[in-house]
């Protein structure tokens, strides 16, 4: 019943982007299809197949092998943070100081671009989507969103301001790869690597229904996949700019937890002394506080994925918070009870984490586009950060929904 409600689910998501699609008459169904059925052979063989789940768990050993090195040198410099248990700033954000180096050294060498356009040639050939789409779906998998608008800026100059929408889109599901080390050291880690690729493809699924365009053959080009400035830069000096990169990095993100758990518990405090003077008046005991209200709102998607019903209210409010605050808040909350849940509910609360979709994200994206495209082009993108918003949620749930049939 559950497996049958987790599909049912699916068809609701697809059908909601449908519901808010900017042009419905032309969405493009035959590569829609092809890109589901990519989906659902990538989370079958990442979740089910074997040979997959002994792939994507070598993986992620790797990464946690690579994050020993990140520890060792955080050791180095403050032995006493290195011991058990690990705040969250050292054992999920120093590896930052390692990971985003380590991606931009591979930059320079042309190691990367090169990675890149090969997958992105290849994704655009199997899903029949334009060039440029497919390949920043790469670059965000490998870069993060904002930096991969900003390596793609020559590009974005050019094309119109539909296809700038489709970008924004796109970028409210991506992770950066720097960030990957963060992730899985508070949940599993294949389950952190399977969720990126499927993002990818989901942000093209959704981004193609709520907005659907046609590029002409002639349009449909590459300009540059990759930052020259970057590369004329003597090694040395570009790695000590990357460093400071990552140091920035690490302090936007702490600023930010802080910021918004501290303002999460404000909030929910003044609301449990509201509704408990309220209970009072009224006399009825008990209070409820920011969790329930958000878990109202993602009740029935946290359902739609086919969750034990036991099981829906706790996921529903975690994903809420997510998508309030940001997904470091809600992963270092259950990064001790995690390993305890179902393998269902690990799938899909794990999978559904593993985005930017919130609403700090959109203020990143709109900031970094200012500063590249036309205001013309930026007001008409402005106007649609709602469907911004959708579009970054519903992938993460198509994500979690994809990866939930083979997780049982």
Not at 143 to 161: C, D, F, M, P, Y
Not at 164 to 191: E, H, N, Q, W
Not at 385 to 397: Q, T, Y
Request: with cysteine; glycine share 6%.
């Amino acid at each position: 019943m559950f497996l049958l409600i987790n599909i049912v689910g699916l068809i609701v998501f697809l059908g909601i982007a449908v519901l808010f699609s900017r042009n419905r008459k032309d969405i493009q169904w035959p590569s829609i299809i092809i890109l589901i059925v990519l989906n659902l052979i990538l989370a079958w063989f990442f979740i089910y197949f074997p040979w997959g789940k002994t792939f994507i768990k070598s993986l992620a050993n790797a990464i946690a092998w690579i994050i020993e090195s990140a520890h060792y040198g955080t050791g180095f410099a403050f032995k006493s943070f290195v011991g058990e248990p690990m705040d969250m700033a050292v054992s999920a954000l120093f590896p930052i100081l390692l990971v985003v180096p380590l991606f931009d050294i591979l930059m320079y060498f042309n190691i990367l671009p090169k990675l890149i356009g090969g997958i992105g040639w290849i994704l655009a050939k199997v899903t029949r989507q334009p060039k440029f789409e497919s390949f920043f779906g790469v670059e965000m998998m490998f870069l993060g969103n904002t930096e991969a608008i900003a390596v793609s800026n020559e590009q974005l100059k050019r094309v119109n301001e539909a296809r700038v929408l489709t970008i924004a889109m796109m970028s409210m599901s991506s992770v950066s790869g720097a960030i990957v080390g963060a992730y899985v050291t508070m949940i599993p880690g294949d389950l952190v690597l399977t969720a990126i690729p499927l993002n990818i493809v989901n942000a093209i699924i959704i981004s193609c229904i709520l907005n659907p365009i046609s590029v002409e053959e002639k349009e449909d080009v590459i300009y540059s996949i990759r930052n020259e400035d970057i590369e004329r830069q003597p090694f040395f000096s570009f790695l000590g700019d990357s460093v400071l990169a990552a140091g920035k990095l690490v302090l936007i993100i702490v600023a930010f937890v802080i910021s918004f758990v501290a303002l999460a518990d404000l909030i929910d405090r003044v609301i449990h002394l509201v509704t408990g003077l309220i209970g009072t008046l009224i006399h009825v005991k008990g209070s409820f506080g920011l969790d329930q209200i958000l878990g109202v709102f993602m009740y029935p998607f946290a359902l739609l994925l086919g969750l034990p019903f036991d099981e829906v209210w706790p996921v529903a409010q975690q994903m809420a918070k997510k998508i309030v605050t940001n997904e470091f808040v809600v992963m270092y909350s259950i990064k001790d009870t995690v390993a305890t849940y179902s393998p269902h509910r690990r799938a899909v609360i794990s999978t559904f984490l593993v985005s930017f979709a919130n609403f700090s994200t959109v203020g990143m994206i709109i900031g970094t586009l200012k500063g590249i495209v036309e205001k013309r082009t930026m007001d008409f993108v402005s106007k649609y950060v709602p469907m911004m918003l959708l579009a970054g949620v519903l992938v993460s749930l198509l994500t979690a929904g994809f990866v939930g049939l083979f997780a049982w």
